[in-house]
């Protein structure tokens, strides 16, 4: 897996032309090292790399905690991330992503290296469509043409954008197909796929798949939708699945919490309550058994006392939180060595035996694939699309096998990261669990209680979507209500669905004072356009109100 990134160049030189949106970060002088001389197979790894580091970096870690897996103190808690918090992901798409993407198709079209080109405009539907997806309007036709001389770009709008993005995936479609006689083809060069040209339409058009589902609700797709269905050529298996690697040495950003001075990323109460089957009102008293994989506690199993020695605010046995959108007297306190994070399955940590161990650098790999679409995603997609009446189907076998792919995910997940884990999805834990959330599902059907179908399929996939992509969680409770997020106003909503003080607090430290909590911010249904953007582009609209502001599918 570390030779896949031996052609990947310093990012910063990637980013030397600069071609976002921002005249401001054009008033330099053309580097002698032009990313645009370099050749396209160098290029490509390198713009493959900048697609995980756009999200994960850029955006993952606020999403995480706006879809409640994720709880930190910083600026996300309480939905207050602002203008000058967000903008990493939109520099790291339009300066570097789209600039050297755009090189490429210019490139390798002049060249007539299709498969090249072909890539090149799938990344690049891609990633437009993750921007209009998070922010709504945005520059389009006319981002990334400082050479042409448009130093302000106009904002497109979404509903625009969408049609040009799928006419652009048929485009890249069409140059994998194209024959070109001694034609440069990708190999190793190509870090997601391997130079798979057949891997590549399958997930060309899952990605279409993706965005038709999130314009259900706007517009008729069901033809559209039924057609790439009956092509059969969709992501079909866990090896499909559109994943970028990371290794021992390029590791995923996740992994940071592991070697980082001061921890900031807690797991979320209500994430974890809804995992145990501590929820009254969602998978009630089945405990998922992907626990383990997903969280590791640093405090040993059935010790009394704390690692840091400091109060708790939120404890359950080892594991040990903080509540959004708190301002308890214990919710301040250092929990460096106590905090439980994230674990082999979402970032190449540690697998949580029960033993306690105090994190750092060197704990685990860090070197597990950040999970962009996956066939678990893909299932998922058709059973919310038969089960919503947009194509016929039998959505509960989709169901079934989206969670039984989900199971095997984690095995694969944990066999790429190298770290010792047990295996799952042959357990008889994971078929009970798994045969539980049928039932509650049948129940549903029975009682012809569409919603509660599709709040436990889109439960279902919040959950296995953990520090995969958080931009598509956001986009399904936008677009689905679901899953139910955490209220800190709604005294009944409090973790577990039960009534403050906690059931689960803190036994060691005031077990029955209560908790404050509230939320001030309402949700943002798109986010702040980044104040720099605002500011540099004379083109740009005036800012947002991201609570009424909707992107465009959202109903």
Request: one cysteine or more; hydrophobic letters at 35%.
């Given at each position: 897996?570390i030779?896949?990134?031996?052609?990947i160049?310093?990012i910063?030189l990637?980013?030397i032309?600069?071609?976002?949106c921002?005249k401001?970060?054009y008033d330099?002088?053309?580097?002698p090292n032009?990313?645009?001389?370099l050749p396209?197979?160098?290029l490509?790894p390198?713009?493959?790399?900048?697609?995980?580091n756009?999200?994960?970096?850029?955006?993952?870690s606020t999403?995480e905690?706006y879809?409640?897996?994720?709880?930190?103190?910083e600026?996300a808690?309480?939905?207050g991330?602002?203008?000058s918090d967000?903008?990493g992901?939109?520099d790291?798409?339009y300066?570097?992503?789209?600039?050297?993407v755009?090189i490429?198709?210019?490139?390798?079209?002049?060249?007539?290296?299709y498969?090249?080109?072909g890539?090149?405009?799938?990344i690049?539907?891609?990633a437009?469509?993750?921007?209009?997806?998070?922010?709504?309007?945005?520059?389009?036709t006319?981002?990334n043409?400082?050479i042409?001389?448009?130093?302000?770009p106009k904002?497109?709008?979404?509903s625009?954008?969408y049609?040009?993005?799928l006419?652009?995936?048929?485009?890249?479609?069409?140059?994998?197909n194209n024959?070109?006689p001694?034609?440069?083809n990708?190999?190793?060069?190509?870090?997601i796929?391997?130079g798979?040209?057949?891997k590549w339409?399958?997930?060309a058009?899952?990605?279409?798949?993706?965005m038709?589902?999130?314009?259900r609700?706007?517009?008729?797709?069901?033809a559209?939708?039924?057609?790439l269905i009956?092509?059969?050529?969709?992501?079909?298996?866990?090896?499909?699945?559109?994943?970028?690697?990371?290794?021992?040495?390029?590791k995923?950003?996740?992994?940071?919490?592991?070697?980082?001075?001061?921890?900031?990323?807690?797991?979320?109460?209500?994430f974890?309550?809804?995992m145990?089957?501590?929820n009254q009102?969602?998978?009630?008293?089945?405990?998922?058994?992907?626990?383990?994989y997903?969280?590791y506690?640093?405090v040993k199993?059935?010790?009394?006392n704390?690692?840091d020695n400091?109060a708790?605010e939120?404890?359950d046995g080892?594991?040990?939180?903080?509540?959004?959108?708190?301002n308890?007297?214990?919710?301040?306190?250092?929990?460096q060595k106590?905090?439980t994070?994230?674990?082999i399955?979402?970032?190449?940590?540690?697998?949580d035996d029960g033993?306690g161990?105090?994190?750092s650098?060197?704990?685990a790999?860090g070197?597990v694939?950040?999970?962009i679409?996956?066939y678990?995603?893909?299932?998922y997609?058709?059973?919310?699309l038969?089960?919503?009446?947009?194509?016929?189907?039998?959505?509960?076998?989709k169901?079934l096998a989206?969670?039984t792919e989900s199971?095997?995910?984690v095995?694969?997940?944990?066999?790429a990261?190298?770290?010792?884990?047990p295996?799952?999805?042959?357990?008889s834990a994971?078929t009970?669990?798994?045969?539980?959330?049928?039932?509650e599902y049948?129940?549903?059907v029975t009682?012809?209680?569409?919603?509660k179908q599709?709040?436990i399929?889109i439960?279902q996939?919040?959950?296995?979507?953990?520090?995969g992509?958080?931009?598509?969680?956001?986009?399904?409770?936008r677009?689905t209500?679901?899953p139910?997020?955490?209220n800190?106003n709604?005294p009944?909503?409090?973790p577990?669905?039960?009534?403050?003080p906690?059931?689960h607090g803190?036994p060691?430290v005031d077990?029955?004072?209560?908790?404050?909590?509230?939320q001030?911010?309402?949700?943002p249904?798109?986010?702040?356009w980044?104040a720099e953007?605002?500011?540099?582009?004379?083109n740009?609209?005036a800012?947002k109100?991201p609570?009424?502001?909707?992107?465009?599918w959202q109903?």
């Amino acid at each position: 897996m570390i030779n896949k990134f031996k052609y990947i160049i310093p990012i910063a030189l990637m980013g030397i032309l600069g071609n976002s949106c921002t005249k401001s970060k054009y008033d330099i002088n053309v580097d002698p090292n032009n990313p645009a001389s370099l050749p396209v197979n160098i290029l490509l790894p390198t713009v493959e790399a900048n697609i995980g580091n756009a999200n994960e970096s850029g955006i993952q870690s606020t999403l995480e905690v706006y879809m409640h897996r994720i709880v930190v103190r910083e600026s996300a808690n309480d939905y207050g991330s602002g203008p000058s918090d967000i903008g990493g992901m939109w520099d790291s798409y339009y300066i570097t992503l789209l600039t050297n993407v755009n090189i490429i198709i210019d490139k390798a079209t002049k060249d007539g290296n299709y498969k090249y080109a072909g890539i090149a405009k799938i990344i690049k539907a891609f990633a437009f469509s993750q921007l209009v997806d998070v922010w709504g309007d945005i520059p389009y036709t006319e981002a990334n043409q400082f050479i042409a001389g448009i130093k302000n770009p106009k904002f497109d709008k979404g509903s625009d954008i969408y049609p040009k993005l799928l006419a652009l995936i048929d485009e890249g479609i069409s140059n994998l197909n194209n024959p070109a006689p001694n034609a440069l083809n990708p190999g190793t060069d190509d870090v997601i796929y391997n130079g798979s040209v057949s891997k590549w339409i399958k997930c060309a058009n899952t990605i279409k798949l993706d965005m038709l589902l999130k314009e259900r609700r706007v517009k008729n797709v069901s033809a559209d939708v039924a057609a790439l269905i009956a092509s059969g050529n969709l992501i079909s298996s866990t090896t499909e699945s559109f994943n970028l690697p990371h290794s021992t040495v390029n590791k995923t950003p996740g992994y940071g919490e592991y070697s980082a001075s001061q921890k900031t990323q807690y797991i979320s109460p209500w994430f974890y309550e809804i995992m145990k089957g501590y929820n009254q009102k969602i998978f009630k008293n089945n405990p998922d058994p992907r626990i383990p994989y997903y969280f590791y506690n640093q405090v040993k199993a059935g010790q009394t006392n704390t690692n840091d020695n400091n109060a708790t605010e939120y404890r359950d046995g080892s594991f040990i939180s903080i509540y959004f959108g708190t301002n308890g007297i214990n919710s301040g306190f250092s929990q460096q060595k106590t905090l439980t994070t994230e674990g082999i399955y979402p970032v190449g940590g540690l697998y949580d035996d029960g033993a306690g161990k105090t994190l750092s650098a060197s704990s685990a790999s860090g070197a597990v694939p950040y999970r962009i679409i996956t066939y678990a995603d893909r299932l998922y997609m058709e059973a919310e699309l038969i089960s919503t009446g947009v194509i016929p189907g039998d959505a509960r076998a989709k169901l079934l096998a989206a969670i039984t792919e989900s199971f095997k995910q984690v095995d694969y997940v944990v066999t790429a990261s190298g770290n010792a884990a047990p295996a799952l999805a042959s357990t008889s834990a994971a078929t009970t669990y798994i045969s539980n959330v049928m039932a509650e599902y049948d129940a549903a059907v029975t009682a012809n209680d569409a919603n509660k179908q599709l709040q436990i399929i889109i439960t279902q996939k919040w959950i296995q979507a953990f520090y995969g992509n958080a931009v598509d969680s956001y986009s399904d409770y936008r677009r689905t209500g679901f899953p139910v997020l955490f209220n800190p106003n709604d005294p009944t909503m409090a973790p577990g669905g039960f009534v403050q003080p906690p059931l689960h607090g803190n036994p060691l430290v005031d077990p029955q004072l209560p908790v404050p909590v509230s939320q001030s911010v309402p949700y943002p249904l798109s986010f702040y356009w980044p104040a720099e953007e605002l500011s540099s582009n004379s083109n740009a609209p005036a800012q947002k109100v991201p609570s009424s502001y909707k992107v465009f599918w959202q109903p």
